[in-house]
């Protein structure tokens, strides 16, 4: 019988969780201390919105938009990331949560865009940006 991949999981400060991405940048998970599901925003990257083909930019259609909004949760779940909670809000009744490597990570691959509301983006997060761009990975392809 062929083995069924691990779970997408995140080591959420420290803590391995059982996570169910929405798209690369949102994801929930049920707290083993709780049980209740929580929702979680990942800080300093917006990737596009995986519910349907809702975007329109440039030579790309509303569909391939929608399958790079795939891959980026496809990308997502490729690996344990390791995440911290930074204790503040992410909207919508979500926390905040920070994964450095796979911010750094999914901006170079093209799925994700650096975001920021109260200060600039770092410029680690702009260099992984333009590496992304130079390299025409994912959304920059175009």
Not at 26 to 42: E, G, H, I, S
Not at 49 to 70: C, D, F, I, R
Not at 80 to 85: E, Y
Not at 89 to 118: K, N, Q, S
């Amino acid at each position: 019988a062929k083995e069924s991949p691990a779970e997408p999981q995140i080591a959420l400060d420290g803590v391995s969780l059982q996570v169910y991405w929405d798209d690369g940048d949102t994801f929930a998970f049920t707290d083993p201390n709780t049980n209740q599901k929580v929702k979680a925003r990942l800080k300093g990257f917006n990737t596009l919105e995986s519910y349907g083909p809702v975007h329109q930019w440039g030579q790309w259609t509303p569909s391939e938009l929608y399958q790079l909004a795939k891959d980026a949760g496809a990308f997502a779940r490729s690996q344990v990331w390791t995440c911290s909670d930074t204790k503040q809000g992410g909207g919508y009744g979500r926390i905040l949560v920070d994964c450095p490597d796979l911010r750094d990570a999914i901006l170079r691959a093209g799925l994700a865009h650096p975001f920021a509301v109260d200060a600039p983006s770092p410029k680690s997060d702009i260099e992984a940006l333009m590496a992304g761009i130079d390299s025409k990975s994912g959304m920059w392809a175009n």
